[in-house]
């Protein structure tokens, strides 16, 4: 019995490695809207002082609210009321990266210069988690 030969071009290669690519990508998207494993994953992979860019490769874009928005605004009074709480305090330029979840809960982090400040890893890990799945944008 002869088996038949399968030609490999360059065109199927970069077909398999697109699909590939694609499924981890959406894999992991799924993976990380549930916020339970959210809080897992970013604990364990984004240390305190993380950049943006960093945070963003672990957990996928955030959002950005204005920094109008009456909740981002809230929040910057909130960090500028409790130095104890928030020892980086909130400077001119500071804006907010965020991540939403089914049952409204929205994790906010505070970013200066591309970097995470008023993180703590261990923070994250101790907020309230639910386990419903929603896609991140």
Not at 17 to 33: D, E, H, M, P, Q
Request: proline share 7%; charged share 20%.
């Amino acid at each position: 019995m002869r088996v038949p030969r399968v030609r490999f071009t360059v065109r199927r290669m970069m077909i398999a490695v697109g699909l590939t690519g694609l499924l981890i990508a959406v894999g992991l998207r799924w993976y990380l809207s549930n916020q339970y494993r959210f809080n897992g994953v970013v604990t364990r992979a984004v240390p305190k002082g993380s950049t943006l860019a960093h945070l963003e490769s672990v957990a996928g874009r955030a959002v950005y609210p204005a920094s109008t928005n009456r909740l981002a605004l809230s929040m910057r009074r909130m960090v500028e009321a409790d130095p104890a709480q928030y020892p980086d305090g909130w400077e001119e330029g500071d804006f907010w990266a965020c991540y939403d979840f089914p049952d409204g809960n929205r994790w906010w982090f505070q970013v200066r210069n591309r970097r995470l400040v008023n993180y703590d890893p261990a923070v994250l890990a101790s907020q309230p988690q639910t386990k419903r799945p929603i896609l991140l944008r």
